[in-house]
């Protein structure tokens, strides 16, 4: 099955940094999703994003489905960005990869 | 509208009892997938439904794992004879069709506890 590899596994940063989180993934994929994972444990949709670029306020993520990597920007951060950031991605079954996360935490 | 809900968010059992783990999707999405999560890991796939019939149910680690979905909407995760190895949070997303080209969306989990 499709391998993911997310880097780095963990991140600390200062409030107001900016960084830039990577998932390849061994694969073509037909689906590409990011989620953060709040402390609550829910994982919250940040993008689908199979191909392509979008933004949303802070954040924003390329896809680069020929090279088989996708890259997650998070400007400004802010102590609430704290947590694990997941890339999950589907091929032909509908059942979604994860990688193992990169775990974020933002100091005030 | 409302998100996926699960229920309960928190179980806690003894080894060898049986458990009912309950999934609501969104409401219109026909697809449902129950996926696990161990501690310092990423969701695992368990098994995935697309109307009333499981389409795929490759990732149940044993036969001690089954799930319905009678009518195509609410999904009922059961665990006969729990082991303390199946404690970890389950989760249920829902997704429009079932296609791989489909977003998913999660619900909060249950988080199983066999002790």
């Known amino acids: 099955g499709i391998q993911v590899e997310q880097s780095p596994p963990d991140l600390i940063l200062q409030e107001g940094a900016n960084s830039t989180l990577r998932c390849n993934f061994s694969?073509?994929?037909?689906?590409l999703q990011w989620f953060h994972q709040n402390p609550w444990g829910q994982l919250i949709n940040l993008f689908y994003i199979p191909s392509g670029t979008k933004q949303n306020g802070r954040l924003s993520a390329t896809t680069v489905a020929t090279e088989r990597y996708s890259l997650l920007y998070i400007s400004s951060s802010q102590t609430t960005d704290s947590g694990v950031y997941f890339c999950?991605?589907?091929?032909?079954?509908?059942?979604?990869?994860f990688g193992a996360g990169t775990r974020l935490t933002v100091k005030p | 509208g409302a998100g996926v809900s699960q229920t309960p968010s928190n179980k806690v059992t003894e080894k060898g009892k049986y458990v009912e783990l309950r999934c609501d999707p969104i409401s219109g999405h026909t697809a449902l997938y129950w996926y696990r999560q161990s501690l310092g890991q990423g969701p695992e796939f368990l098994i995935y439904f697309q109307g009333t019939g499981a389409a795929d149910d490759s990732g149940l680690p044993n036969d001690r794992f089954f799930a319905v979905r009678p009518e195509g909407s609410v999904s009922t995760l059961k665990i006969q004879r729990t082991e303390r190895g199946d404690s970890a949070v389950y989760l249920c997303?829902?997704?429009?069709?079932?296609?791989?080209?489909?977003?998913?969306?999660f619900g909060p989990g249950t988080r199983l506890t066999v002790l």
């Open positions: 999950a991605v589907a091929r032909v079954s509908n059942d979604m990869r």
């Open positions: 997303a829902s997704s429009l069709t079932g296609t791989p080209y489909n977003e998913q969306f």
């Open positions: 694969d073509s994929v037909n689906n």
